[in-house]
């Protein structure tokens, strides 16, 4: 068995898409799989390369669709990773049919059904209420999948769930679905909350292998137009742009607190300190503001 697993694993690596889940695992499983966490993953595409390589994501939760971001995608002819929820499908079409007229530049990849954290341990993320049950997850996730297939035709490889946190049973139910979990390095906008000069900034300050995430469904914020100037100013640095579909790449759990489910008991919790613990430098940004 371990040498099928290194055959496949050598095929993947050949055929250059090696499953971000796989290095997850690897890192998740072993570590944090008898705990109660929340992670924020990060992802890099990976290897090094010159020019600069990045990949640019960008999140449709609900709302409409920002013109100032998509339409620089087209004339600029960039490639994009596009994560949408059914919601923001349901209220959309004359964006996705821009999406249609381009299967070159824009994979589109699940965001969920509903834009809902997949996290069991806790009520709340960020305010969201989270699924809260692995029954919920799975329709979270089934959901956004079957939209997007009756939509575009096609079958997302990606998942990102609401505010890109999760507790570490729902990551390991994601995979075992066939999903690679989205994180990312680079936050561009914080959940389309910063000024568009300071989204411009940090955007275009992206590194070899980042993997940035934005938001393409908030046309009355300002954040908006920094996404599209920050993209603009990679483009004429040279940096190429890729898909997460055409790209090996590596992931780390990052994790941001260890928890308990909300179910226990209070005595229970009387027995337990939750204990909060220190991340890494490496680590994304948080999103403080999640858009929806």
């Known amino acids: 068995m371990p040498v099928l697993k290194s055959l496949l694993l050598g095929l993947s690596l050949t055929i250059g898409v090696t499953a971000a889940f796989a290095a997850d695992e690897a890192l998740l499983s072993p570590k944090i799989s008898q705990r109660h966490l929340i992670i924020e993953p990060q992802l890099n595409l990976a290897g090094q390369s010159n020019p600069i390589q990045v990949a640019l994501t960008l999140d449709a939760c609900s709302g409409d669709i920002d013109h100032r971001i998509l339409d620089v995608l087209v004339q600029e002819k960039i490639p994009a990773t596009l994560f949408v929820t059914a919601r923001w499908l349901r209220r959309n079409q004359a964006a996705i049919e821009v999406l249609k007229a381009h299967p070159d530049l824009f994979a589109i990849e699940n965001h969920g059904a509903e834009h809902v954290p997949a996290i069991t341990v806790l009520k709340t993320m960020y305010g969201i209420p989270t699924a809260g049950t692995p029954a919920a997850i799975e329709a979270e996730v089934k959901g956004g999948a079957d939209k997007i297939t009756e939509t575009f035709g096609t079958q997302p ?82 940096v190429q742009f890729q898909l997460l579909k055409d790209m090996p790449a590596r992931a780390a759990p990052n994790v941001v607190s260890e928890t308990m489910p909300h179910h226990e008991s209070i005595l229970q919790k009387s027995n337990k300190t939750p204990s909060k613990i220190s991340t890494k430098a490496t680590q994304p940004e948080t999103v403080t503001a999640p858009a929806e």
Do not use: C, F
């Open 157 to 238: 490889q990606w998942y990102r769930d609401a505010t890109a946190r999760y507790s570490t049973d729902a990551v390991r139910q994601i995979e075992g679905m066939g999903y690679k979990i989205a994180g990312y390095s680079l936050n561009g906008d914080r959940g389309a909350s910063l000024p568009a000069a300071t989204v411009a900034r940090r955007i275009s300050y992206a590194k070899d292998g980042d993997v940035i995430i934005s938001h393409i469904n908030q046309p009355k914020r300002a954040s908006g137009a920094g996404v599209a100037e920050g993209i603009i100013a990679l483009k004429k640095k040279g």
